[in-house]
């Protein structure tokens, strides 16, 4: 598997209003759920290979809000699919490049998922996204 663009995550202020312009081309919500431990709302909207990622945050003390306040709505990460997470970690770490958290942690859907700090990607947030293993 080569690697791909997972999804783009966009912080939104609302999702109840943003959600609607990506309706108005004719996309839909694939899925909308609460990921507590990172005080979000989700919604992915699928295109083509690829998806969107609409986040909101829950909680004022969110990364998503300290994003939204610092730079105000916009693209907060690009994810790379890739085929073995713990293995792409381990080569990061090896090679010196600041991770977010060591700790991979479970996401939206499910996904296994490790964030790299933009100080190591030419200032893009980075996440780190284990392909889905379909039985």
Do not use: C, W
């Amino acid at each position: 598997m080569s690697h791909t663009i997972d999804h783009l995550g966009i912080a939104v202020k609302s999702l109840e209003h943003a959600r609607k312009f990506y309706e108005q081309l004719g996309l839909t919500i694939a899925s909308e759920e609460v990921v507590p431990h990172e005080k979000v709302k989700v919604a992915m909207i699928t295109l083509g290979e690829s998806r969107i990622e609409l986040l909101e945050a829950t909680s004022a003390d969110s990364v998503v809000a300290k994003f939204l306040e610092k730079r105000g709505e916009g693209l907060h990460h690009v994810a790379i699919q890739v085929p073995d997470l713990a293995h792409a970690v381990e080569t990061l770490k090896a090679n010196g490049t600041r991770l977010i958290s060591e700790e991979i942690k479970v996401g939206a859907g499910g996904h296994r998922y490790v964030f790299v700090h933009p100080s190591s990607t030419g200032g893009v947030l980075l996440e780190l996204v284990e392909e889905q293993k379909h039985l």
